[in-house]
């Protein structure tokens, strides 16, 4: 059973940064494409970033583009979302993913594992 387990969550003031980690229980850490998704309270989960499985090729939301980045150390098992320049619009429970493909996109039903997401908050 794949476990993802994110951290890195917390309160920032609007503008500030945090970064996310995912860290994966697998042995074979460096097959399957990775992502970030989130959920803010009474909306649907939203797609926020995506990684291959080299960490060559990455894909964004429009609206984290050029504030967001995501990246990968498959050596240590881990997926991270740099964030900055965040908004209080973006406060949101963040989620990590995992497809069993080389490479997915932003529909979440490409995905196969979550993770049980961490809380970030934006005060403005």
């Known amino acids: 059973q794949v476990q993802l387990v994110e951290s890195g969550g917390g309160l920032v003031q609007a503008g500030g940064s945090l970064t996310l980690a995912c860290k994966y229980s697998r042995h074979n850490f460096d097959n399957y494409a990775r992502a970030w998704f989130r959920q803010a309270p009474g909306k649907e989960r939203e797609f926020v970033a995506a990684?291959?499985?080299?960490?060559?090729?990455?894909h964004y939301a429009d609206s984290v583009k050029d504030r967001f980045t995501i990246f990968r150390v498959n050596k240590n098992g881990t997926t991270y979302l740099q964030m900055n320049s965040l908004k209080s619009s973006e406060t949101a429970v963040y989620y990590c993913?995992?497809?069993?493909?080389?490479?997915?996109?932003?529909?979440?039903?490409?995905?196969?594992?979550w993770g049980q997401g961490t809380q970030v908050t934006v005060s403005s």
């Open positions: 993913a995992e497809a069993l493909r080389g490479f997915a996109g932003p529909d979440p039903r490409d995905y196969d594992y």
């Open positions: 990684i291959n499985w080299s960490g060559e090729l990455t």
